[in-house]
T-cell receptor, first 114, second 114 residues
Framework: DAGVTQSPTHLIKTRGQQVTLRCSPKSGHDTVSWYQQALGQGPQFIFQYYEEEERQRGNFPDRFSGHQFPNYSSELNVNALLLGDSALYLC?????????????FGPGTRLTVT | AQSVSQHNHHVILSEAASLELGCNYSYGGTVNLFWYVQYPGQHLQLLLKYFSGDPLVKGIKGFEAEFIKSKFSFNLRKPSVQWSDTAEYFCAVNAEAAGNKLTFGGGTRVLVKP
């Protein structure tokens, strides 16, 4: 049973560019959440997708957007990159209903903005 | 808004020593509590979780945590650590009224000397 997968593993972009990160959830999971983990800090919630819609959003600007596909996979898009967007981006999948709320994390995408 | 504090940023101890990591959260309603571990070069893994019932929960690899509601705390313990416990540990809270997004603490880096 494959866990949560993310691509790419590493990415280097220039300020002002746009980036797309991808996530495939654990088999059977219907909900994908994205987190940003800056160096030396805990992950911070960006947003969550369920049934192809954004359900919840953290304190991130509109430059951060996402999408969920019918197969539950998800993309995170960041426009007009800033140096401060350099971080590890984590995807987590879970069942939205069912009581467990346990989230399984992928290995992350390391984004470096220069 | 909910927040999570982990008081120790770095902990260094020798093998066989006991470990206790503090975690306090601020939220007055019903919460689900988690401890995640991130071993060097690996992704976040769930150590243990508390949803309801016995406030003393046991997780993988000999870890346990105690939920003390009156103190808004969920401290992690292990009686005797091993070198392989070297990792970063994150406490996380999910407030049931806030959906299933996780709010993480800043993490504690634990170094176990052989």
């Amino acid at each position: 049973d494959a866990g949560v997968t993310q691509s790419p593993t590493h990415l280097i972009k220039t300020r002002g560019q746009q980036v797309t990160l991808r996530c495939s959830p654990k088999s059977g999971h219907d909900t994908v959440s994205w987190y940003q983990q800056a160096l030396g800090q805990g992950p911070q919630f960006i947003f969550q997708y369920y049934e192809e819609e954004e359900r919840q959003r953290g304190n991130f600007p509109d430059r951060f957007s996402g999408h969920q596909f019918p197969n539950y996979s998800s993309e995170l898009n960041v426009n007009a990159l800033l140096l401060g967007d350099s971080a590890l981006y984590l995807c987590a999948s879970s069942f939205l209903y069912g009581g467990a709320y346990e989230q399984y994390f992928g290995p992350g995408t390391r984004l470096t903005v220069t | 808004a909910q927040s999570v504090s982990q008081h120790n940023h770095h902990v260094i101890l020798s093998e066989a020593a006991s470990l206790e990591l503090g975690c306090n959260y601020s939220y007055g309603g019903t919460v689900n509590l988690f401890w995640y571990v991130q071993y060097p070069g690996q992704h976040l893994q769930l150590l243990l979780k508390y949803f309801s019932g016995d406030p003393l929960v046991k997780g993988i690899k000999g870890f346990e945590a105690e939920f003390i509601k009156s103190k808004f705390s969920f401290n992690l313990r292990k009686p005797s650590v091993q070198w392989s416990d070297t990792a970063e540990y994150f406490c996380a809270v999910n407030a049931e009224a806030a959906g299933n997004k996780l709010t993480f603490g800043g993490g504690t880096r634990v170094l176990v000397k052989p």
